[in-house]
């Protein structure tokens, strides 16, 4: 199974401020078809997971633009230009390249 | 607007079985493959299970491997999970989500607990 490995695990954050998550995966995530299956989710307190980004760097349908994504091969980040409070909650890396797709431990996103 | 719907958790006993539902509707639900992700209380997202569209080809985590089983009832937009012999550490709260050739679990719904304890 790939292995997929985030830091920090927590992240207190001022307002108004950047944030940036990592993310590792234990093998190269670029498909044979060529595309790289590497998502970003959140999960805000009491509620279900939301998808964010997808395939590294694209933004699902209502997603705000302060959130980006980067990366290649085994090394993705998520970034937060500017955090809001309804940006508290926990963030995980999803590899859907091979079966069984795979999640990060979670990043503990909280305001200082 | 899509929409996935759980039902079907609540508290078993350990080696009994439960099966789980997922209406869907806002898509056509017979063009997407659909997965099972579960959450134990506190803990991360571990994937589950998933079949394709035709209901032609399922995949499954090792650790439920040959005691769940996922169906899907495409005239009736419904995703199913099976779930036999199951342990205490199945519990979690279950959530189905839609899967897709370029976008992975981009919907989910809200999910429904699964509690296994004697």
């Known amino acids: 199974d790939i292995v997929m490995t985030q830091t920090p695990l927590s992240s207190p954050v001022t307002l108004g401020q950047p944030a940036s998550i990592s993310c590792r995966s234990s093998?190269?995530?670029?498909?044979?078809?060529?595309?790289?299956?590497l998502s970003w989710l959140q999960q805000r307190p009491g509620q279900p997971p939301r998808l964010l980004i997808y395939?590294?760097?694209n933004r699902f349908s209502g997603v705000p633009d302060r959130f980006s994504g980067s990366g290649a091969g085994t090394d993705f980040t998520l970034k937060i230009s500017r955090v809001e409070a309804e940006d508290v909650g926990v963030y995980y890396c999803?590899?859907?390249?091979?079966?069984?797709?795979?999640f990060g431990q979670g990043t503990k996103l909280e305001i200082k | 607007e899509v929409q996935l719907v759980e039902s079907g958790g609540g508290l078993v006993q350990p080696g009994r079985s439960l099966r789980l539902s997922c209406a869907a509707s806002?898509?056509?639900?017979?063009?997407?493959?659909m997965h099972w992700v579960r959450q134990a209380p506190g803990k991360g997202l571990v994937w589950v299970s998933r079949?394709?569209?035709?209901?032609?080809?399922?995949t499954y985590a090792d650790s439920v491997k040959g005691r769940f089983t996922i169906s899907r009832d495409n005239a009736k937009n419904t995703l199913y999970l099976q779930m036999n012999s199951l342990r205490a550490e199945d519990t979690a709260v279950y959530y189905c989500?839609?899967?897709?050739?370029?976008?992975?679990?981009?919907?989910w719904g809200q999910g429904t607990l699964v509690t296994v304890s004697s």
């Open positions: 395939q590294i760097s």
């Open positions: 806002g898509f056509t639900f017979s063009s997407y493959w």
């Open positions: 999803m590899q859907a390249t091979q079966f069984p797709y795979t």
């Open positions: 079949i394709n569209s035709d209901e032609s080809s399922t």
């Open positions: 989500a839609r899967g897709g050739s370029q976008i992975q679990l981009g919907y």
């Open positions: 093998q190269s995530l670029v498909h044979s078809d060529g595309n790289t299956y």
